[in-house]
């Protein structure tokens, strides 16, 4: 299976980072395709903890190739900062390439998404302020700058002649400030733009020659599927595509290319922006999983919100992303528990709804309709590793029907149940 594309199927946060590591070990190379530095997971690694925002996790392996994707949004002085940090740890990071079509994240770009939130008052997706939005939408309104622009001082500088006035002009309405004058950005940007020029290449051209080559390669997505710009939770969603087609735009890839896809689901749900949120649990309990969970966001520090596990959530993540399996991830966190919960569907104004709607309002009047199962018992780490080589047989009788009911609901096998976050903690079904 040389393309294989690993993705979430919740709000982000599956815990796609410890699996996107897993299924790097046979890549040669990874490749984001989508988001920015508003992504982030831990890998530990060698002894060390690593916090990646925006380099592809494949960077902490030897002999695989990290690319970054047209599809990304990078924020050059947060990208270099990030290959600082490898490098101070003695990871070799001179094998990165960066596409010569992803765009660049400038400086009133953040500024902007911090004054755009106040101003949509609870329309505001309480977005990482990282400048995401205003970057895709100055993509998409053709006044982005791209990393082919940057390295180019002439037509960049033409480029930011023509944005910067019109920044400046909207952030003084915001009653903002832009805060640097436009030689002031431009001379930051040419620094910055001589330290990235070694990593810059057409990244299509790299990845379909891989494939060419029979080269295995793995796209790791960010965020998750109810944050993409089509199919999420608009407008309380992220600005790119997070979803399977984002991967084929966001790389240069025809579509025949990929051969899986897999899909990261936690045994819960969490959410860590604003947005209605069907099986959110507000009590004691969404207090404890939350704890037990360690829900807090690795890019700001948020306590995410958490719920109950939402299947009308996944179905609509397996039709979109046409998921051939599924990983449950911290199935540990629910261990203990006398009863577990799962949303099969919604009730909305005494109908039956089976699939996420479109319409915010709908979607915060949808009750959510639970199918209770046994728990299973909390068992210490030892006791997981010695059923894990059982496999299925193995699991804990809870465990094993939560994984039957989730299977016959979506009509996708589940591959892999992880239950902690060390590589090894996981049970190959
Ligand atoms: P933005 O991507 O910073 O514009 O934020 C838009 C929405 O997506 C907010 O609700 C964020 O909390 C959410 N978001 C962005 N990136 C992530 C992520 O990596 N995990 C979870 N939520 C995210």
């Given at each position: 299976?040389?393309?294989?594309?690993?993705?979430?199927?919740?709000?982000?946060?599956?815990?796609?980072?410890?699996?996107?590591?897993?299924?790097a070990d046979?890549?040669?190379?990874v490749?984001?395709?989508?988001?920015?530095?508003?992504?982030?997971?831990?890998?530990?690694?060698?002894?060390?903890?690593?916090?990646?925002?925006?380099?592809?996790?494949g960077i902490l392996r030897k002999n695989v190739?990290?690319?970054?994707?047209?599809?990304?949004?990078?924020?050059?002085?947060?990208?270099?900062?990030?290959?600082?940090?490898?490098?101070?740890?003695?990871?070799?990071?001179?094998?990165?390439?960066?596409?010569?079509?992803?765009?660049?994240?400038?400086?009133?770009?953040?500024?902007?998404?911090?004054?755009?939130?106040?101003?949509?008052?609870?329309?505001?997706?309480?977005?990482?302020?990282?400048?995401?939005?205003?970057?895709?939408?100055?993509?998409?309104?053709?006044?982005?700058?791209?990393?082919?622009?940057?390295?180019?001082?002439?037509?960049?500088?033409?480029?930011?002649?023509?944005?910067?006035?019109?920044?400046?002009?909207?952030?003084?309405?915001?009653?903002?400030?832009?805060?640097?004058?436009?030689?002031?950005?431009?001379?930051?940007?040419?620094?910055?733009?001589?330290?990235?020029?070694?990593?810059?290449?057409?990244?299509?051209?790299?990845?379909?020659?891989?494939?060419?080559?029979?080269?295995?390669?793995?796209?790791?997505?960010?965020?998750?599927?109810?944050?993409?710009?089509?199919?999420?939770?608009?407008?309380?969603?992220?600005?790119?595509?997070?979803?399977?087609?984002?991967?084929?735009?966001?790389?240069?890839?025809?579509?025949?290319?990929?051969?899986?896809?897999?899909?990261?689901?936690?045994?819960?749900?969490?959410?860590?922006?604003?947005?209605?949120?069907?099986?959110?649990?507000?009590?004691?309990?969404?207090?404890?999983?939350?704890?037990?969970?360690?829900?807090?966001?690795?890019?700001?520090?948020?306590?995410?919100?958490?719920?109950?596990?939402?299947?009308?959530?996944?179905?609509?993540?397996?039709?979109?992303?046409?998921?051939?399996?599924?990983?449950?991830?911290?199935?540990?966190?629910?261990?203990?528990?006398?009863?577990?919960?799962?949303?099969?569907?919604?009730?909305?104004?005494?109908?039956?709804?089976?699939?996420?709607?479109?319409?915010?309002?709908?979607?915060?009047?949808?009750?959510?309709?639970?199918?209770?199962?046994?728990?299973?018992?909390?068992?210490?780490?030892?006791?997981?590793?010695?059923?894990?080589?059982?496999?299925?047989?193995?699991?804990?009788?809870?465990?094993?029907?939560?994984?039957?009911?989730?299977?016959?609901?979506?009509?996708?096998?589940?591959?892999?149940?992880?239950?902690?976050?060390?590589?090894?903690?996981?049970?190959?079904?």
């Open positions: 299976m040389p393309a294989k594309v690993i993705l979430g199927t919740q709000w982000g946060d599956e815990g796609k980072g410890k699996f996107t590591d897993l299924m046979d890549a040669e190379l490749v984001r395709f989508q988001g920015g530095n508003n992504a982030g997971h831990t890998i530990v690694f060698g002894g060390n903890t690593f916090k990646l925002h925006l380099v592809p996790s190739t990290s690319v970054v994707g047209n599809g990304v949004v990078i924020d050059p002085a947060a990208f270099l900062k990030e290959l600082d940090q490898l490098a101070e740890a003695n990871v070799e990071t001179g094998d990165l390439k960066i596409s010569d079509r992803a765009h660049v994240i400038m400086p009133y770009h953040k500024t902007i998404d911090g004054l755009e939130e106040v101003v949509k008052g609870n329309l505001a997706a309480g977005t990482t302020k990282r400048g995401i939005g205003p970057c895709y939408s100055d993509k998409t309104a053709r006044f982005g700058m791209r990393m082919c622009d940057l390295m180019d001082p002439e037509e960049f500088r033409h480029k930011l002649s023509v944005a910067y006035p019109l920044k400046s002009k909207y952030i003084q309405a915001l009653d903002g400030d832009i805060g640097q004058t436009m030689e002031e950005i431009f001379d930051e940007y040419m620094a910055l733009a001589e330290r990235l020029k070694p990593y810059v290449c057409d990244t299509s051209v790299l990845i379909n020659d891989a494939l060419d080559q029979g080269k295995n390669i793995l796209f790791e997505g960010a965020q998750g599927t109810h944050l993409d710009i089509d199919h999420g939770v608009y407008p309380y969603g992220t600005s790119s595509s997070t979803v399977t087609g984002g991967c084929l735009i966001g790389t240069g890839l025809g579509p025949k290319r990929l051969d899986k896809v897999v899909g990261v689901v936690k045994a819960y749900t969490s959410r860590v922006g604003t947005g209605p949120f069907p099986t959110e649990l507000f009590d004691d309990l969404g207090e404890h999983i939350a704890d037990k969970g360690g829900e807090f966001g690795t890019t700001t520090g948020r306590r995410r919100r958490v719920g109950w596990l939402d299947l009308v959530m996944v179905e609509y993540a397996v039709r979109v992303n046409g998921l051939d399996s599924i990983v449950i991830t911290k199935s540990d966190v629910l261990a203990g528990l006398d009863e577990i919960k799962v949303a099969t569907h919604y009730t909305q104004d005494g109908k039956d709804v089976h699939h996420f709607p479109a319409s915010m309002p709908d979607v915060a009047r949808c009750v959510p309709q639970y199918h209770t199962l046994a728990g299973w018992p909390d068992l210490t780490s030892e006791e997981w590793g010695a059923i894990a080589s059982k496999g299925r047989d193995g699991l804990p009788e809870g465990l094993k029907a939560y994984i039957t009911f989730i299977e016959a609901n979506l009509k996708v096998p589940v591959d892999v149940v992880s239950y902690g976050p060390g590589r090894e903690e996981n049970i190959y079904l």
